[in-house]
């Protein structure tokens, strides 16, 4: 089978991420051809990379050069067939997937995110993914909360969910290196509980409600906070509520990092501060680590990772404490500088503040954790997908 995946770009977030892993642990009788618009990898992969050079995008003139792009995927696509390298068309974004969707009914949208939250639910997006639910082979959406998301938000029935999986003995191997941060070596040499969160700068990601529960904890506790993900240490909203705030002794802001689990696997505590996800990989990938995690119970995934006894509409009202780590009330991603801390807010500041103070409950999460994440193995994950694809 010749796979077709539509990736736009190989940098970037988990999207990425998952493909390279798809590409790798699908069987040899799969063969995977990248169309990307940026000859940029982040990720190592198997297979082959085809790249489309599209116009630039400007304002002026933008639904003419819409509707040139649109076509230059086309033609980057109909080429790809025509090569015989698109017995199956996989795509990971609406935008893509609909251009698939013009070009072959053979095409799967894999659905990686809340999409009423991350796209919208304009007459636009409703148009773009009910023409793609008319067109295309299948929606496999990646977690439970994903799929209700489409149903509830844009009346559409996917297929299958099929959640991520993680490579553990790749994690393992890359947490043994040493880190090359100057400061966050000296700080794991002291002993003061570290707060690791990994993400890029974005509203998404909930990085300034962090922030203003960190300084609390901190005003009572001796901790520390690093951000690792691109443009946080450029932001100028976050650094002015890092000094606001007085914590900026005790907050590292860095870049991301090409391997950022030598990081995690020395720090404390992980938290997942988001508005919204869809599964989110790095939660895993934390846990993976041997971290205790805390996460926001954000539509969707952390709820299914961290309490899979639950149901998947239940949405934390105060700090709740699972089998496999803790979850707190939704933040409410509003731009707060000077207010008193929300309800929200103060329930991540409690769950960072119980796992700084008692080091015993941190080891019996950590334990919990790793054993979480070996239910979400790289072999589950292709043979759901081999599944979907041969279907």
């Not at 409950?361 to 599944?387: C, G, I, P």
Request: with cysteine.
């Amino acid at each position: 089978m010749n796979l077709l995946i539509l990736m736009g770009k190989f940098t970037g977030g988990g999207s990425q991420r998952v493909a390279a892993h798809l590409s790798k642990a699908l069987p040899d009788s799969v063969h995977s051809t990248f169309l990307l618009t940026s000859p940029d990898t982040q990720y190592s992969y198997r297979g082959e990379v085809r790249y489309v050079s599209l116009v630039p995008f400007t304002r002026r003139g933008q639904y003419l050069r819409h509707a040139r792009r649109f076509f230059q995927k086309v033609q980057a696509i109909r080429a790809c067939i025509k090569a015989g390298e698109a017995d199956v068309i996989l795509s990971f974004d609406p935008e893509w997937a609909l251009v698939g969707s013009f070009v072959s009914k053979n095409l799967i949208f894999s659905v990686r995110n809340t999409l009423s939250l991350s796209y919208g639910t304009g007459w636009r997006q409703r148009l773009t993914l009910w023409l793609i639910a008319f067109r295309a082979r299948g929606i496999i959406p990646v977690s439970e909360g994903v799929s209700r998301d489409l149903k509830k938000t844009y009346d559409i029935e996917s297929g299958p969910v099929v959640v991520n999986g993680i490579a553990s003995e790749a994690i393992n191997t890359e947490a043994a290196f040493v880190p090359t941060s100057p400061v966050f070596s000296r700080w794991i040499s002291e002993d003061i509980p570290l707060i690791i969160t990994v993400g890029r700068r974005a509203h998404q990601k909930g990085q300034t409600h962090l922030v203003r529960a960190f300084s609390r904890v901190r005003s009572q506790f001796p901790c520390r906070l690093i951000f690792i993900g691109n443009g946080v240490s450029k932001d100028p909203e976050l650094q002015r509520l890092i000094k606001k705030t007085g914590s900026k002794d005790d907050i590292l802001l860095m870049e991301a990092v090409a391997n950022p689990f030598a990081y995690l696997a020395r720090a404390n505590i992980f938290v997942l501060s988001s508005l919204y996800e869809g599964f989110p990989n790095v939660l895993l990938e934390a846990m993976a680590c041997g971290l205790p995690v805390i996460s926001t119970d954000c539509p969707s995934g952390p709820r299914e990772i961290l309490a899979p006894a639950t149901s998947v509409t239940k949405v934390a009202r105060s700090v709740e404490h699972t089998p496999y780590g803790i979850l707190t009330p939704p933040l409410s991603g509003e731009k707060l500088a000077d207010e008193p801390l929300t309800f929200s807010e103060v329930c991540l500041a409690d769950a960072l503040q119980e796992l700084v103070a008692h080091s015993e409950y941190r080891k019996q999460l950590s334990h919990a954790a790793r054993n979480r994440a070996r239910d979400f193995t790289l072999k589950r994950f292709a043979t759901e997908w081999r599944k979907v694809l041969l279907s």
